[in-house]
């Protein structure tokens, strides 16, 4: 799986650990954006990500406050794209402590 997103702050690097513990593969490079089509008097031109992986994780993130229980406050966005199919195979959203978050996602994702 590519997380698309590279390092660790917030709740991303709990969540690779997560995936990773659970077996899984992660990876930050997805494969070089391409373009293609035609030009001249009616140029035609299409860009679009290529993917050496299946499955992309997508997170956007952005902390508002700490939490008494420790650790930050998120907003968050997440999602799990097959990239074969275009399906969207898991999504949460919301505003949370962030081991709160991840424990979502562990949840979510096992089942």
């Known amino acids: ?46 860009t679009y990500n290529t993917f050496n992986t299946r499955y992309v994780l997508r997170l956007r993130q952005r902390q508002f406050d700490v939490c008494i229980i420790g650790g930050g406050a998120f907003d968050y966005d997440l999602s799990i794209i097959d990239m074969k199919d275009g399906s969207e195979l898991l999504t949460m959203s919301g505003r949370d402590c962030a081991s709160l978050i991840v424990d979502k996602f562990k949840k979510a994702f096992s089942g």
């Open 1 to 46: 799986m590519a997380s698309g997103v590279p390092g660790g702050a917030g709740v991303l690097g709990p969540i690779k650990e997560s995936l990773q513990n659970s077996g899984w593969s992660v990876k930050v490079v997805a494969g070089p954006d391409m373009t293609t089509g035609r030009v001249g008097a009616d140029t035609s031109l299409a």
